[in-house]
Antibody, heavy 117, light 108 residues
Framework: EVQVVESGGGLVKPGGSLRLSCAAS????????MSWVRQAPGKGPEWVGR??????????DYAAPVKDRFTISRDDSKNTLYLQMNSLKTEDTAVYYC????????WGQGTLVTVSS | EIVLTQSPGTLSLSPGEGATLSCRAS???????LAWYQQKPGQAPRLLIY???SRATGIPDRFSGSGSGTDFNLSISRLEPEDFAVYYC?????????FGQGTRLEIK
């Protein structure tokens, strides 16, 4: 069974940093393209970015609002995806989801990030 | 970037009726890589349809997806009380993947 479980959310001050993790199981992680999606309170989902498998180049793409502040990485030996978030702004407050496509999209339960002074 | 526009913004219907939700893309969605989600308050989005017309595991057959290119629809036949929620479309044919702004399906 495909499972992804996010962790690492919390309260951080504007300008601060936070790293989210996503532990994956039930599929061959090293072959998978992985994505992060977020949802701010009362808003619709917003795609954050994705990372390709190393076999497909291992590169990452980002949405414009987070480009140059967020970095997606992966550790295939640990079946874990990361989202490093720097220079956080209040508008980055959201539930962050780890997602992957395996003949359909699988999402985790999400982890809440609150950016507030 | 592909912009997805969902219509209507709100749809008011009664249980037992049928519903058709629309998702229009600003440019063609590659390989019909389009998904539909249902979301209820306090819950994560739930995948209903992927690849434009494939039902996700456990989704009742009263939900169906259709379309290609720039025009996609989600149809729900015989609305049940639990179907009243917000629905989003998402394209994943080209980066950045994008979501529509949502259609709220409410009880009339």
């Amino acid at each position: 069974e495909v499972q992804v479980v996010e962790s690492g959310g919390g309260l951080v001050k504007p300008g601060g940093s936070l790293r989210l993790s996503c532990a994956a199981s039930g599929f061959t992680f090293s072959y998978a393209w992985m994505s992060w999606v977020r949802q701010a309170p009362g808003k619709g989902p917003e795609w954050v970015g994705r990372i390709k498998s190393k076999g497909d180049g291992g590169t990452a793409d980002y949405a414009a609002p987070v480009k140059d502040r967020f970095t997606i990485s992966r550790d295939d030996s640990k079946n874990t995806l990361y989202l490093q978030m720097n220079s956080l702004k209040t508008e980055d407050t959201a539930v962050y989801y780890c997602t992957t496509y395996r003949s359909g999209w699988y999402w985790g339960q999400g982890t809440l990030v609150t950016v507030s002074s | 970037e592909i912009v997805l526009t969902q219509s209507p913004g709100t749809l008011s219907l009664s249980p037992g009726e049928g519903a058709t939700l629309s998702c229009r893309a600003s440019q063609s969605v590659s390989s019909s890589y389009l998904a539909w989600y249902q979301q209820k308050p306090g819950q994560a989005p739930r995948l209903l349809i992927y690849d434009a017309s494939s039902r996700a595991t456990g989704i009742p057959d009263r939900f169906s997806g259709s379309g290609s290119g720039t025009d996609f629809n989600l149809s729900i036949s015989r609305l049940e009380p639990e179907d009243f929620a917000v629905y989003y479309c998402q394209q994943y044919g080209s980066s950045p993947y994008t979501f529509g702004q949502g259609t709220r399906l409410e009880i009339k």
